[in-house]
């Protein structure tokens, strides 16, 4: 029993070899698209994070990634447009998990070009001053797709992901609805 369970190990590890794996640390920033139906005007504003990803293959890949996020968002009444009501700074871990096709080259390529989507969660460990943690729901799920551009060690993503979660649990007189959001990062590919 023990030499078999050696035996599905060693060929789990080399095939992990064979496809390949690219450690991508990753910063970047993000553009927050407030979609609700209340009173008033909801609007998102200019957001950052960082984190790391793991690509595993070569023409087509799976690349989780974990990253610490900051977004925010404003609520103004319809009574006072000028000042906003209530900010929500929220500050979480974003978890994606991304499938890709490179379009041009691979993961072992000088450049290539690439296609990417699938799922995230985003949980909420901060909401700042304004905001009870309890009425903002966590996690937060979304759908994303974008594209990559390889150059060397060097990378940039632009990706654009849907929310299908509200962001609020419940608020009597607002309603921030969704959080869609446009993501710009770069960083370096770690060839293993």
């Known amino acids: 029993m023990k030499k078999t369970f050696l035996i599905i190990l060693a060929c789990l590890g080399l095939s992990h070899v064979s496809i390949g794996q690219t450690i991508k640390p990753t910063v970047g920033i993000n553009f927050t698209d407030v979609v609700g139906n209340g009173e008033g005007t909801a609007s998102g504003r200019t957001g950052w994070q960082f ?9 087509i890949y799976v690349e989780p990634g974990i990253f610490y996020q900051s977004k925010s968002a404003e609520f103004s009444s319809s009574d006072n ?7 929500a700074d929220l500050k979480g871990i974003r ?5 890709g096709y490179n379009l041009i080259g691979n993961s072992e390529s000088k450049a290539s070009l690439r296609l990417f989507g699938g799922p995230s969660g985003f949980f909420v460990i901060d909401t700042g001053d304004d905001i009870n943690k309890d009425d903002i729901n966590s996690p937060a799920w979304g759908v994303f797709a974008g594209a990559g551009l390889d150059i060397w060690i060097l990378f940039v993503d632009v990706s654009y992901e849907w929310s299908v979660t509200d962001v609020q649990t419940s608020f009597t007189n607002i309603d921030f609805g969704k959080t869609n959001g446009l ?7 770690i060839r293993l």
Request: proline share 7%; net charge positive; charged share 20%.
């Open 183 to 189: 993501f710009a990062n770069a960083g370096i590919r």
């Open 95 to 99: 978890v994606p998990f991304a499938l």
């Open 81 to 87: 447009l000028t000042q906003p009501d209530l900010k």
């Open 51 to 59: 984190g790391a990803s793991v690509a595993f293959g070569k023409k």
